[in-house]
Nanobody, 125 residues
Framework: QVQLVESGGGSVQAGGSLKLSCAASRYTYNSVCMGWFRQAPGKDHEGVAA???????LYADSVRGRFTISKDNADNPLYLEMNNLKPDDTAMYFC???????????????????WGRGTQVTVSS
């Protein structure tokens, strides 16, 4: 069982930046694919970014060029750096992990079997 805990959310003005972190309950990043999703009120989960054990990264068109997913060997293995934030980026952001890596499913929620509880990001205009 993998437990994921997100942190780093908050409120910023449009054009600002935030960096989200995801801490895993055990050493995971070498054997799982990990991703970030978001859910705005009244909308479905949207895949934002994903990263494989070999550091292949995938991004949603809506965030490409503004968001960067990364991981390291320290206590918080997954990050999402968000720049030039827009009001449309307002959502609850979730970290997810999967032991069944498939690049065709890394930006869809059905591709993941472990989820964090989320951290809120609010962008004001």
């Amino acid at each position: 069982q993998v437990q994921l805990v997100e942190s780093g959310g908050g409120s910023v003005q449009a054009g600002g930046s935030l960096k989200l972190s995801c801490a895993a309950s055990r050493y995971t990043y070498n054997s799982v694919c990990m991703g970030w999703f978001r859910q705005a009120p009244g909308k479905d989960h949207e895949g934002v970014a994903a990263i494989t054990p070999l550091d292949l990264t995938l991004y949603a068109d809506s965030v490409r060029g503004r968001f960067t997913i990364s991981k390291d060997n320290a206590d918080n293995p997954l990050y999402l750096e968000m720049n030039n934030l827009k009001p449309d980026d307002t959502a609850m952001y979730f970290c997810a992990a999967t032991t069944r890596c498939s690049t065709s499913r890394l930006l869809v929620p059905e591709g993941y079997n472990y989820w964090g509880r989320g951290t809120q990001v609010t962008v004001s205009s």
